[in-house]
């Protein structure tokens, strides 16, 4: 039950982040803010596939607080399937299936990917996990 009430609350933030910003067309004030993470892994690996989408820029520029946000949803709700893995990893889940939404796949095919994006391991996502991440993935698409 807490799993649940904290990935509402998380998705309730990513579907009100669009408000929070201000829309200045000016971008260019002088400065620059760079973010890292670094994340220690074990020696398991984590296999990802590539896909065509590598980066925000290939997207239209992803918010990078509504990706961040929704890694974090992920970590909250999935522990299971985002155990050892690092943030990439997840991320991957956004820039592909952003990527097939924009090709104008149909949910149920996203749905199907965002399943083989999000197992972890020996641990598959369930069809209403991947229907939840689907969810919390479209809010973050540009």
Do not use: H
């Amino acid at each position: 039950m807490r799993r649940t009430i904290a990935a509402v609350i998380v998705a309730g933030a990513l579907v009100s982040l669009p408000a929070c910003g201000n829309n200045d067309t000016n971008t260019d004030n002088g400065t620059s803010v760079t973010a890292e993470s670094t994340t220690a892994s074990p020696t398991k690996t984590t296999t990802v596939r590539s896909s065509s989408v590598t980066s925000t820029a290939d997207l239209g520029m992803i918010d990078q607080a509504k990706l961040a946000a929704f890694v974090v949803a992920f970590r909250t709700a999935y522990p299971e399937l985002a155990q050892d893995r690092e943030d990439e990893s997840i991320q991957e889940i956004v820039f592909t299936s952003c990527n097939d939404i924009a090709a104008g796949v149909s949910e149920q095919e996203v749905t199907e990917e965002i399943r083989d994006l999000a197992a972890n391991n020996d641990t598959e996502a369930t069809q209403a996990q991947a229907e939840q991440i689907y969810k919390l993935v479209t809010p973050a698409c540009p």
